[in-house]
């Protein structure tokens, strides 16, 4: 089945629902093996790696139950107010002779205000003008003139993950909704600014959740599916929840490239957690990711991920429009 299937897709076959809930019990290595197969006929061994600056960090208004971020919750992260040009700056160009080919700054809150949109994009307007980094930005549920002034001073990419399934989303958050999300992807669009947008997982999701929510965006045409792993954080509603397991990771990302077999699989937060530090899921299909620190968590170092990609034959490009 999982071979007639993998066909299917290296012919052109977009997969139904129906098709991808078979592969929640098939063979873990065969499906990883297949998605694996479907990563190199579509998008061959570029591997896009990002990394994400917390340019202000605390005091959120919205009360998703994973984030040290909520002020809903005593967790103790450290807070402050935007960043100032010089720190992005900084942090930009060591990243882009590191060898990152694309940083994102993201930011707290619900959204950004229109005072704190100018003076971000000042500092994307500098940061363009002394490295050849390209940029992403996730500030928020912002309005579609907000996101015409990123794309005008270079930005390329809007991150906004929907998180989880319509389902679920209410057991995760109370203070914006799906449609809101949605509706802010939608926006970034029309202003020209790719999306980068995915989900986080062990949220207490079903598997069938995970599949609708690839869907969503399959549906919405995203060409970067971040796959975060839930680090449970003391303080926060879903500190009892338990870590997945590699081998859960990896089925979620190899199911995921049988449904969207040309965006770039992003393993993104949560992924220190894993064993392998993640090697295992980027056999899995996977083909991008982020390294450096996360925002309140800690990351993977940049020399150790560059390694870990050049050893398993890949090349670090910025991927683009890999989705059809």
Do not use: W
């Amino acid at each position: 089945m999982i071979n007639r299937l993998k066909e299917k897709i290296l012919d052109g076959y977009n997969i139904t629902i129906q098709d991808a809930q078979c592969l929640i019990t098939a063979d873990l290595d065969e499906i990883c093996s297949a998605a694996n197969e479907i990563r190199n006929h579509f998008c061959g061994n570029i591997f896009d790696v990002c990394t994400i600056i917390n340019g202000k960090s605390g005091k959120c208004s919205e009360d998703c139950k994973y984030c040290a971020q909520s002020s809903y919750f005593d967790v103790g992260v450290e807070e402050y107010s935007l960043l100032n040009t010089e720190e992005f700056l900084e942090q930009a160009v060591y990243n882009y002779k590191k060898g990152i080919l694309r940083y994102s700054v993201v930011t707290s809150g619900k959204k950004l205000s229109d005072n704190e949109v100018d003076a971000i994009c000042e500092t994307y307007k500098k940061i363009g003008e002394s490295c050849g980094i390209s940029l992403c930005a996730s500030h928020g549920l912002l309005n579609y003139e907000q996101f015409v002034k990123l794309k005008e001073v270079g930005v390329k990419r809007y991150h906004n993950n929907l998180e989880t399934s319509r389902r679920n989303f209410p057991n995760i958050c109370t203070t914006h909704t799906y449609d809101d999300k949605i509706t802010t992807i939608k926006k970034a669009q029309k202003a020209g600014l790719e999306v980068c947008s995915g989900g986080l997982m062990g949220l207490g999701e079903t598997m069938i959740d995970r599949i609708v929510l690839a869907f969503d965006l399959k549906d919405l045409g995203i060409k970067s599916v971040p796959i975060n792993i839930l680090n449970p954080i003391k303080g926060t509603p879903f500190e009892h929840l338990s870590v997945l397991s590699l081998d859960e990771v990896k089925r979620i990302v190899a199911i995921y490239r049988f449904i969207l077999p040309h965006a770039a699989l992003r393993l993104a937060g949560g992924r220190g957690l894993l064993v392998d530090k993640g090697k295992g899921v980027f056999m899995s299909g996977a083909n991008a990711t982020i390294s450096g620190d996360m925002l309140t968590t800690s990351g993977m170092s940049i020399q150790d991920d560059m390694d870990m990609i050049k050893q398993l034959g890949f090349e670090v490009k910025v991927v683009s429009k890999m989705m059809r």
